[in-house]
């Protein structure tokens, strides 16, 4: 008997209910939240670097699922890789075998990765995260691991014990017995580090949460200091990894710097399958896997599936022979110069940062007196408001869809898919001078929005 299943008439009848089921059965918060803002939008298609409504209306995404859809959304390569992949049904997942795609992926994630070895498959960032802290451990035979303030490692317990919000972690102690230092702050590396019992350090090159980066020589320093105390160098490049920020790791902008275990994920799916990868040094991985006793010690049910290790291996050669590295650091050059001329033009425009297309935008404290009581108001109420008004009106009034950096930050982060060009360029640019003329106005749409905004804010206190 033949089981008939049609997505399409599923979509077709009751797409429509999307925010209602979603509100009903799963995380009710959200839909309320979208809501709220004006972010209800209803996407019907995406390609590249655009999504698309049903009255054929095109939106510019600045956030990439997070960074996921490093390569725009649904790149034809990496969809064929993934038809050829379903229709060759492979012996996939035996669990006793060893099948040739991932062997073919570590090999050709290695070849982009310099004093590297191994390459451990898992299914997303935090997995990655989770399974270098269990390796640092293991094999340093310490307890401690380092991670700096504001960090962002992931949401899963392990991951959680690293990240310096505490937003994500009220509520969900006890944790792991980790220890947060400030960022680029060597003296206390140092401290911590002579207590004798710290396995590692886990750092972003440059932190998801404000888009900071730690100041020049930092990491190698910290490297030289950790081999010191016989400790690890974590490089966590979940969202810098895979050319975000103009070089293939964002590690690699500083020379001489050689982490010991490097997190990626995200663009490494190609926006479809979820996959995360550990890569380390070859003594790490020959002591975690010391003999065939421990063979599964660390493992992922859905590790190396064969669709994960397809969409990889295409996203690298996409990455390879379109140049996507070049374009990110080019484009990104190019939206960083023409967004910081801007500075002297506004006086709510703070800073601008970054690097390649991981870009923040900083909004601070105006000096004229109407907007300075303004932006008092909003600060009173919650930190993070303004930049909330700014990313409103360009999804909007210019159907662009960014994202605010992080909880209680009056910060913008532009992470666009890699494939962006000067055309998206001007698009930002110009819609984004529209919204700060009118944020500078002193009145108008953006200030009534904003006694919204700060109504929602009292109200959740």
């Not at 401290?191 to 396995?199: F, H, N, P, S």
């Not at 081999?227 to 050319?243: F, M, N, P, S, Y």
């Not at 008004?389 to 605010?404: E, N, S, Y």
Request: hydrophobic residues 40%; aromatic residues 8%; proline residues 4%.
């Amino acid at each position: 008997m033949t089981t008939e299943f049609d997505l399409g008439r599923l979509l077709a009848e009751r797409g429509a209910e999307r925010y209602e089921l979603h509100g009903r059965y799963l995380n009710h918060q959200l839909p309320r939240m979208l809501h709220t803002i004006g972010f209800d939008k209803v996407y019907e298609r995406g390609e590249g670097a655009y999504f698309w409504d049903a009255d054929g209306n095109d939106y510019l995404d600045m956030l990439a699922g997070f960074g996921v859809m490093g390569l725009g959304r649904h790149h034809p390569v990496v969809r064929k890789a993934l038809h050829d992949v379903l229709d060759a049904q492979l012996a996939d997942l035996t669990r006793f075998d060893c099948q040739p795609l991932p062997g073919l992926l570590a090999e050709k994630l290695l070849a982009h990765s310099p004093h590297l070895d191994r390459v451990f498959f898992g299914n997303s960032g935090t997995e990655a995260v989770e399974t270098a802290l269990k390796f640092a451990r293991y094999a340093t035979g310490k307890p401690r691991v380092l991670y700096c303030d504001h960090a962002f490692h992931g949401l899963t317990t392990g991951s959680l014990s690293v990240n310096g919000e505490s937003g994500f972690r009220d509520g969900f102690a006890p944790l792991l017995p980790d220890t947060a230092v400030p960022l680029g702050d060597l003296d206390a590396l140092a401290r911590e580090l002579k207590k004798g019992d710290v396995a590692a350090l886990v750092v972003e090159p440059i932190q998801g949460k404000g888009v900071h980066e730690p100041p020049p020589g930092y990491l190698r320093a910290a490297q030289e200091l950790l081999r010191k105390h016989k400790a690890l160098l974590i490089a966590d490049e979940v969202q810098t990894g895979l050319g975000r920020t103009g070089d293939f790791y964002a590690y690699q902008h500083e020379d001489g710097v050689e982490p010991d275990l490097v997190c990626v994920a995200k663009a490494l799916s190609g926006g479809y399958v979820p996959v995360g990868a550990t890569l380390g040094k070859d003594w790490i991985f020959k002591k975690v896997y010391s003999s065939m006793d421990r063979v599964l010690v660390h493992s992922a049910s859905f590790g190396s599936n064969a669709q994960a290790m397809a969409a990889g291996l295409a996203v690298l050669s996409v990455m390879e022979n379109e140049q996507i590295v070049a374009n990110a650091r080019i484009t990104g050059d190019l939206l960083r110069s023409r967004l910081t001329g801007l500075i002297d033009k506004y006086e709510l425009l703070a800073d601008v940062r970054g690097r390649g297309l991981m870009i923040g935008i900083e909004f601070g404290r105006p000096k004229s007196l109407k907007l300075r009581s303004r932006w008092t108001m909003l600060q009173a109420a919650r930190k993070g408001l303004f930049a909330q008004m700014v990313v409103v009106p360009l999804l909007q009034r210019h159907r662009i869809l960014t994202q605010v950096s992080g909880d209680h930050l009056e910060v913008i982060k532009l992470i666009p898919p890699l494939v962006v060009g000067e055309k998206e360029v001007d698009r930002f640019v110009d819609a984004f001078t529209d919204v700060m003329d009118d944020a500078h106005s002193g009145s108008g749409l953006m200030w009534d929005f904003s006694k919204t905004l700060v109504k929602q804010a009292v109200a959740n206190r």
